[in-house]
């Protein structure tokens, strides 16, 4: 009993202080002359304290800003009550922009020094973390909360982690700041209060579509297993396998694929790791026999990814990584020397995602390069300068989703932009390619061009619809264009490629689909494809 008598009369005590710096505050600002008075506060020294009169190096920045702006100037050291109203004002406001929201900051007069005045800051920081629902507190919060009980509380921190919480599709959350609930709670503290709903922890979905080719099947499919939260720890794992389903050319002919990937949130980063193994085969006739020609590859990659700036309204992250793939042929049972390749290295990216009014812009800078780790061999086009495992290329990617209204009609404008640059000759796979449903649309992707440089041009024009009156969510108009360039095109027909596009999306029991019919717009008079292309997929997810 009388520990909390003494931790009561702490808390009021505490409340009485804050009280009694308010009103010396608002005395102090109304003995002060109108700003059309010369009588003003002469001074000369400004500081950053707390309650207890100690500077605080965690907002020494704030200090700076403060001498540094027109709304304390140097150059004038005596200030009228408007004009310390207005450096209060800015204090706070500058605070808030930054995140601090429960921080407050008061003004009064040091008594040790003549002409030496202080803001007083009582941070605000986070007295406890805690379910609102305790059913659901199984979730451990360590990984995907930045911060911790104690920490200031910033807007930023609760932003990351509810994103971290909500990177879950199946998961849904929300953090509010209450009042704290512990009865020795510290002036300036607030709680943070977690409504959490519980992620499902299966999902299955299926998909079928005819993306693939005349040479491997035109009929793809895949299943795809996913765990959500598995661990508790907001982490997310999935197992993909892909299958043909016929609709090629006669003979033996197919290909399948096994894709495992596992992330992870930890804070401000994000960890995750993606195992690709995959196999196709197809028959060869020759005048005397037929052959079948296998491929298989092996895609390795692991990331490590973390926001180094974010505000209320965009977002920077740098990630960093490590790959490797493989990839070797065989005639029959025979491998093809000469056509064999392990690559390995690394890259980085660095993204930026910017939210303006209703539109999202996302773009990301990625360096690549290949060098001798993980196995790597020298590649079959070396020796002719046509290719090399160590390579060096950048690409940047920029996406742009912008919803509107016209007249009350629901619209929507996509665009995806693409460049890629080359510092050394590059190997078939990280060239730039072109001609299909996922590059320039309008073509049958039997065959595209493909080249160490170039560029690529997406663009979706989406008229909205009432999904509940019709099942059909979307129509839209797509528009691609593309080029490729670079050492590798002097064979080709030509270098350019555009193309249009007219499909609807929508949702009918349960199921995901979208149909489009495209069309050439502009292609090298050589280069062969359909006249009319038609593309179909199909998502049920349970």
């Known amino acids: 009993m009388q520990d909390l008598s003494h931790k009561l009369v702490k808390a009021l005590f505490c409340a009485y202080v804050c009280l009694a710096l308010s009103f010396a505050t ?62 209060l004002k800015f204090a706070q406001g500058v605070l808030i922009k930054e995140g601090f929201v429960t921080t407050r900051v008061l003004f009064r007069h040091n008594s040790l020094q003549e002409n030496a005045w202080v803001l007083t800051v009582i ?28 920490d200031l509380l910033n807007v930023r921190d609760i932003e990351q982690a509810l994103e971290n919480l909500k990177r879950i599709p199946t998961a849904d959350a929300d953090i509010q700041i209450v009042p704290s609930s512990a009865i020795d709670a510290e002036l300036g503290e607030s709680d943070l209060s977690i409504t959490y709903q519980n992620p499902q922890a299966f999902r299955i979905a299926l998909t079928v579509d005819d993306s693939g080719t005349l040479a491997i099947g035109k009929y ?30 006669e003979g033996a002919r197919g290909t399948h694929g096994d894709t495992l990937h596992y992330s992870i949130p930890i804070g401000y980063s994000l960890l995750s790791a993606t195992l690709n193994q995959g196999s196709y085969h197809q028959s060869l006739a020759s005048q005397s026999k037929s052959y079948v020609y296998r491929g298989f590859s092996e895609n390795n990659d692991i990331q490590l990814s973390h926001v180094v700036a974010r505000d209320a309204h965009q977002k920077f992250t740098l990630a960093l990584g490590a790959f490797q793939r493989k990839t070797k042929n065989y005639i029959d049972d025979t491998e093809i020397q000469n056509q064999k390749r392990v690559e390995g290295g690394w890259y980085s990216k660095l993204n930026h995602k910017i939210f303006i009014q209703s539109a999202t812009l996302d773009s990301t800078l990625t360096f690549k390069r290949g060098t001798h780790a993980f196995g790597a061999l020298p590649a079959p086009e070396q020796s002719f300068g046509e290719g090399t495992s160590q390579f060096i290329f950048l690409t940047g990617d920029v996406h742009l989703s912008w919803p509107f209204q016209v007249d009350g009609q629901g619209l929507r404008y996509n665009s995806t932009w693409r460049l890629q640059s080359n510092r050394t000759a590059l190997t078939p796979p990280n060239r730039l390619s072109i001609g299909g449903r996922n590059s320039v649309r309008g073509f049958d992707g039997e065959l595209v061009l493909t080249g160490d440089s170039g560029w690529l041009w997406r663009n979706d024009f989406n008229f909205l619809c009432d999904p509940h ?15 490729v360039a670079g050492q ?39 280069f062969v494809t359909a006249s009319n292309t038609m593309g179909f997929s199909v998502t049920a997810n349970f």
């Open 123 to 150: 941070p605000g920081r986070i007295g406890g973390i805690r379910f609102s629902n305790p059913q659901f507190a199984t979730t451990d919060l360590s990984w995907a909360f930045p911060m911790k009980t104690g």
């Open 220 to 249: 793809q499919s895949s299943a795809t297993l996913r765990m959500d939260n598995p661990l508790r720890l907001n982490d997310m794992f999935y197992l993909t396998h892909n299958q043909d389903l016929g609709g090629g050319k």
């Open 469 to 483: 009156n019709f099942p059909i969510s979307e129509i839209y108009i797509a528009i691609d264009q593309g080029e």
């Open 488 to 526: 590798s095109t002097s064979s080709l027909v030509g270098t350019r490629l555009a193309g249009a596009a007219f499909g609807v999306r929508g949702l009918v029991a349960g199921m995901h689909y979208d149909i489009f019919i495209g069309q050439a717009l502009i292609k090298p008079k050589q």
């Open 26 to 87: 608002a005395k102090t600002l109304a003995s002060l002359e109108p700003s059309t008075n010369k009588k003003c506060l002469l001074i000369e020294q400004l500081a950053l304290v707390d309650l207890q009169g100690q500077k605080i190096p965690e907002f020494d920045w704030l200090l700076k800003i403060l001498t540094n702006t027109d709304a304390f100037p140097t150059s004038r050291s005596c200030l009228n009550s408007d004009e310390l109203d207005t450096l």
